[in-house]
């Protein structure tokens, strides 16, 4: 069995993959090193986490080769952006099928680049294929042409919006959840017209790859370059951003995020920026406590604590408090971390968070903290067992930066309003949960969170319709559900004169005196009248 993809291959011999002969992935050849960069820049060696074990070599893409994978996505989006809404729904929806049908061998692969369980793998594969899908079912109803009312003093205009695609989407994505999160603008750009350059995560370089080539492999007769990968580290990403493409979608963390904004502000090339974020949970008195406990313990844990919207915070009411750890602690005292069958969760993808989780633990004891679950030597790198830590002092790392760890902080509030002000008390504001029987929607309404799942973690990422984005240093912009469509389209407004009116043009340097006294009436009658108080 083979995988092609552009710029890599792979040889036989990666341990755990469901192929018996390579997979070859144009470009490149495995080799017995395990460090993640190669003394050869121009070539991006891919590991598994668990083992450092050599995946793939992939060809790193500099500029002029980034240049030339945009041109060529332009080539493509002449005829990609010319397909009726329901042809591209068709190849979409090939798309999503040759992925489904794939969905042990990616899975796989997930598993190996990334280190997340097979399982966790396929549940990804699953929400991948459901934007997909979502999408290409969506696109023509959000973004027809729509009629809208020209206003009296216009009314011999015909009036529309038309959606326009962009052109060529630069995607530059993160590794912690390699297809989800880049395919929420990848999806969504192509569904509504455009061609897409993807830059994937040095760490999980083969699966981009994949993922994309899967598009070719689903749509034969397509031309070539309507989803295409560049492949490399930042340097390359930044490479794409100033390509001349019409859009970058960004996922990744606050600080590259920045960075991209402030080199696209030199060609005002637009971003949506999916950046980090600090969920917290609140817990009221009224919740399902062991509810709670348990989603808690995996929004915290699951994925090793590596997902933008993994529950890092809890904010618990005191009358709750004991119960609530309690249980916390019931539910992670045999979670494990670990590559075998049966482990809840993998390792660090990135092997330099492991620092960082470990000085967010230390930080925290250092202010105030208690380690309920686990502590300093819950850190075994590469796998980190869960850490619970109590009554943290607000300010330390542990509370106000993105760990990025199966690490969470408990603290006890003496009412749901001093919990709402800690919950918004960071620089971030990507989700939020709140478990509470009768208050879930009047607390979730005075979150600063770009989405709130109340008597659950996260479930608002798993429902297509619901557009997904943060605010503050969250990021901008919103990717899924029609919003999510909308962000890959420039509307065209369209004015259409159907019939002139002698002596009464407005918009004319030979406006008459009776054109003039028409419009002094019409706006003292439109406007004039003030609402009774
Ligand atoms: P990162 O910022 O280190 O890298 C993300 C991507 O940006 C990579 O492909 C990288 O090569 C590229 N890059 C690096 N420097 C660049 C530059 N100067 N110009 C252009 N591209 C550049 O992030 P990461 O470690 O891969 O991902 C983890 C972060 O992503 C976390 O902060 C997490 O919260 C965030 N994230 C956010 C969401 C969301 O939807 N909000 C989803 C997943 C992950």
């Known amino acids: ?93 090939r798309w999503a099928a040759y992925l489904t049908g794939h969905a042990d061998e990616f899975s796989a692969l997930m598993h190996q680049e990334n280190g997340k369980p097979l399982d966790d793998a396929f549940l990804e594969l699953s929400l991948t294929v459901g934007h997909i899908d979502w999408a290409a079912k969506h696109a023509e109803k959000t973004l027809r042409t729509r009629t809208v009312r020209p206003g009296a003093l216009m009314a011999n205009f015909a009036a529309s919006v038309e959606y326009r695609p962009l052109g060529v989407v630069g995607v530059i994505g993160p590794w912690n ?87 696209a502000a030199e060609t005002l090339t637009p971003i949506l920026l999916e950046c980090g974020g600090k969920d917290a949970a609140i817990v009221a008195a ?84 208690t380690a309920l679950v686990g502590g300093p030597d819950s850190v075994r790198a590469p ?15 542990a509370v106000q930066e993105e760990t990025f760890g199966p690490t969470v902080t408990v603290r006890s509030v003496d009412s749901l309003d001093e919990a709402i002000a800690l919950a918004n008390g960071t620089r971030y504001g990507l989700a939020s949960s709140v478990y509470s029987a009768r208050h879930g929607v009047e607390i979730a309404r005075q979150l600063r969170a770009g989405a709130t799942s109340i008597n659950s973690v996260i479930a608002f990422g798993a429902i297509s319709a619901l557009p997904f984005g943060g605010v503050g240093e969250s990021g901008i912009g919103r990717i899924h559900g029609e919003e999510g469509l909308r962000e890959f389209v ?16 407005l918009l004319a340097l030979d406006r008459t005196p009776a054109a003039m006294a028409m419009a002094r009436r019409a706006v003292r009658m439109l406007y004039g009248r003030a609402p009774r108080r």
Request: charged share 20%; hydrophobic share 40%.
């Open 1 to 93: 069995m083979s995988i092609d993809c552009p710029q890599v291959s792979v040889r036989e011999g990666a341990t755990g993959l469901p192929w018996s002969s390579p997979p070859s992935i144009s470009g490149a050849t495995l080799s017995s090193t395990t460090d993640s960069r190669s003394a050869d820049d121009s070539v991006l060696v891919s590991v598994d986490p668990s083992s450092g074990e050599v995946i793939a070599e992939h060809r790193v893409d500099d500029a002029d080769a980034v240049r030339a994978a945009v041109a060529d996505a332009r080539v493509a989006a002449r005829t990609w952006a010319g397909m009726s809404f329901a042809e591209r729904k068709r190849a979409l929806q």
């Open 177 to 263: 959840y390699p297809t989800y999160t880049p395919n929420g603008s990848i999806a969504y750009a192509l569904a509504a017209g455009n061609t897409v350059v993807f830059k994937p995560s040095e760490y999980t370089t083969t699966i981009g790859n994949y993922y994309a080539e899967s598009f070719s492999k689903a749509n034969p007769e397509l031309p070539q370059h309507i989803l295409r990968t560049v492949n490399g580290y930042g340097a390359t990403g930044a490479a794409l951003v100033t390509a001349g493409v019409d859009k970058i979608a960004f996922t990744g963390s606050t600080a590259t995020g920045k960075r991209i904004m402030a080199a």
């Open 286 to 369: 009224d919740a399902d406590v062991a509810a709670a406990a348990r989603d808690i313990a995996w929004g915290a844990a699951a994925n090793s604590g590596q997902t933008c919207v993994g529950i890092e915070r809890v904010y618990v009411l005191a009358s709750v408090r004991e119960r609530f750890l309690d249980e916390l602690r019931k539910n992670l005292a045999q979670v494990r971390a670990g590559s075998e069958p049966g482990a809840h969760y993998g390792p660090m993808t990135m092997p330099s968070q492991v620092a960082v989780v470990r000085e967010h633990i230390e930080d925290a004891l250092k202010h105030g903290g």
């Open 383 to 397: 796998f980190i067992d869960p850490v619970v830590l109590v009554d943290v002092d607000e300010d330390s790392l």
């Open 490 to 505: 420039r509307p065209h407004s369209i004015a259409r004169q159907r019939f002139a009116i002698p002596g009464m043009a």
